[in-house]
């Protein structure tokens, strides 16, 4: 019997979730694409790993070999 209350409830935060928009910080988002665009530098991917992966190592020394 309290599945009516339970969808009514999930519905409500679906609800509240699909409407949320949060004040955005036009400004300091301006100032941060600015920085970016005009540093001039490459894309570096910070999360890209120090170590070559296994394929890459087994690539290079089909290369040379």
Same mark, same amino acid.
């Given at each position: 019997?309290g *599945?009516? *209350?339970? /969808? $009514?409830?999930? #519905?409500?935060? $679906? *609800? =509240?979730? /699909?409407?949320?928009?949060?004040? #955005?910080?036009?400004?300091?988002? =301006? /100032? =941060?694409?600015? #920085?970016k665009?005009?540093?001039? %530098? =490459?894309?570096?991917?910070?999360? $890209? %790993?120090?170590?070559?992966?296994e394929? %890459?190592?087994?690539?290079?020394?089909? /290369? #040379? $070999?």
């Amino acid at each position: 019997m309290g *599945r009516g *209350r339970q /969808k $009514a409830k999930h #519905t409500k935060v $679906a *609800r =509240e979730l /699909k409407y949320f928009s949060p004040d #955005t910080n036009y400004g300091a988002l =301006e /100032k =941060e694409l600015a #920085t970016k665009s005009d540093s001039g %530098d =490459e894309y570096v991917d910070k999360w $890209a %790993d120090d170590i070559d992966d296994e394929y %890459d190592v087994d690539h290079d020394q089909n /290369k #040379t $070999a």
